[in-house]
């Protein structure tokens, strides 16, 4: 059965750090690009980054590129997402998901993912 799992969401001040975490299973990380995704109240799920299911490549939304980064830890069945610089409008719901069939390079279109976890809240304030 697969599982994308989301933890390490929290409270932070601005320009400061988290690392979120999604816990895969049921199928491994070498086989699926998996997306990081992020809903904030009252808009729109919107991509953030994915990494490659080579795991050589990562693509970030322009919002977030140059203070984000993915890895992946396929021992661990684990895809971290690494957040600095925090800023006001990075508020929100957090999930990972694997893409789907219609993916293609270059796509952060939520509709081109699935198996979506459960998310984790990351909120920063000051």
């Known amino acids: 059965q697969v599982q994308l799992v989301e933890s390490g969401g929290g409270l932070v001040q601005p320009g400061g750090s988290l690392r979120l975490a999604c816990v895969v299973s049921g199928f491994t990380l070498d086989t699926y690009t998996i997306g990081w995704f992020r809903q904030a109240p009252g808009k729109e799920r919107e991509g953030v980054g994915y990494?490659?299911?080579?795991?050589?490549?990562?693509y970030f939304a322009d919002s977030v590129k140059g203070r984000f980064t993915i890895s992946r830890d396929i021992a661990k069945n684990t895809v971290y997402l690494q957040m600095n610089s925090l800023k006001l409008e990075d508020t929100a719901v957090y999930y990972c998901a694997k893409r789907s069939l219609r993916f293609r390079a270059g796509s952060l279109n939520p509709a081109d993912f699935g198996s979506w976890g459960q998310g984790t809240q990351v909120t920063v304030s000051s």
């Open positions: 990494i490659s299911v080579g795991g050589g490549r990562t």
